[in-house]
């Protein structure tokens, strides 16, 4: 019910910060896992239908396990840090650990539907600095009946409110825009119609966005253009190039194949450059682990990036529910959020609204505008 509730809109988010203080309340694992598997589980609730779309050839039932699986691997730190008789500290020591090890590798990779996240809503433009006091908010729900638990919650909450009001939602650079579209998933590349029919498409949407006045950037969805060819960089090179001689950008987003290997999700200028890659591809889907030809991982890489002169993050769709990606992104280094997005296997299910919520919180909470692209 939590999970179902907090993540309609980003107001709701700071109900997030009760979740740690249930699981940890419990006076037996068992019903600890239980809890912490009930949240992440609802919170992905959507994954079994996802995994059908992706993959319509499998049997649904690796999406049913994949979702219990995935739910269950997030569950474990909250189990581990189950003791009896726990004292009030050691359950606030204990959220504050959890809270952590959920955020760095290796849980870091998985842990989306964090409850940090509600430091968008609470402590906007405040970066890492919210983050933190979020963690610190959590951890006084134990500590309630303490004197010194409730002047801290007083004063973070005071913190709360000033940051809220003295926040203003920062503008987008100028004359920076992004393509939305509605295409779907790209056809298999020996569909030559389609795949040229969809080129195409992109391209007149390009053309019709230029026609306005002042267009620096154009920023496309995730995986939009498909395979990267030498058919896409002749077609696109022109419009890329005129884009890239007056100080701007044209970023598309492509999949780049090494043979057999696997592929480098990537934001690339036509002709040019490759911008950004995906550091963290959503596991399994997309990521194998080496284990069979997917997306490559960069998951120690920098997602900072210089774009007609300003300095940009980039998280890739599936970054977009996890921190661990964005932690430079909080340190006030960047100026803009560029989100390219592929939602196609999420389209119309809860997960869709679920992502923007999550995506709209890093911004606010990096205080930087968030440019996103994506496809549907």
Not at 75 to 102: C, D, G, H, Q, Y
Not at 166 to 193: D, F, K, Q, S, Y
Request: charged share 15%; net charge positive.
């Amino acid at each position: 019910m939590i999970a179902g509730v907090a993540w309609l809109d980003l107001a709701w988010l700071p109900i997030l910060l009760v979740v740690p203080w249930v699981i940890l309340s419990q006076k037996h694992r068992a019903i600890a896992f239980a809890s912490a598997w009930g949240y992440y589980a609802a919170f992905s609730r959507d994954l079994p239908e996802a995994y059908a779309k992706f993959y319509p050839a499998a049997s649904s039932l690796w999406g049913w396990l994949g979702w219990a699986f995935w739910a269950a691997t997030l569950a474990l730190p909250w189990v581990f840090l189950i003791r009896r008789n726990m004292t009030p500290e050691r359950k606030a020591i204990s959220i504050l650990v959890a809270l952590t090890a959920l955020t760095v590798p290796p849980f870091g990779f998985f842990h989306w539907g964090s409850p940090l996240l509600a430091g968008g809503a609470l402590y906007p433009g405040m970066g890492v600095l919210g983050l933190l006091a979020t963690a610190a908010l959590a951890a006084t729900f134990p500590l309630w009946r303490k004197k010194t638990a409730l002047a801290t919650l007083a004063c973070l909450l005071a913190l709360s409110v000033a940051a809220n009001t003295l926040w203003t939602t920062p503008a987008r650079p100028e004359g920076w825009v992004a393509i939305n579209t509605e295409m779907g998933r790209h056809p298999p590349i020996a569909n030559r119609t389609e795949v040229i029919g969809r080129q195409e498409a992109l391209y007149a949407l390009a053309t019709e966005k230029l026609s306005e006045e002042g267009i620096k950037v154009i920023l496309f969805p995730e995986s939009i253009a498909g395979m990267d060819r030498a058919a896409i960089d002749f077609r696109w090179r022109p419009l890329s190039k005129s884009l890239a001689d007056n100080g701007g950008a044209l970023l598309m987003g492509v999949d780049i194949w090494d043979g057999s290997k696997g592929y480098l999700n990537a934001l690339k200028e036509p002709g040019g450059k490759i911008v950004a890659r995906a550091r963290v591809p959503m596991p399994a889907g997309s990521w194998k682990f080496g284990l069979a030809p997917g997306a490559f991982s960069d998951v120690f890489g920098s997602g900072t990036v210089n774009v007609a002169g300003r300095k940009a993050s980039v998280s890739f769709c599936y970054e977009d529910f996890i921190l661990w990606p964005h932690l430079e992104l909080l340190t006030w280094q960047t100026e803009v959020l560029l989100a390219p997005g592929n939602q196609w296997s999420s389209k119309d299910l809860a997960a869709e609204n679920t992502q923007n919520v999550s995506l709209a919180a890093l911004g606010r909470l990096a205080g930087v505008p968030v440019l996103r692209a994506r496809n549907r």
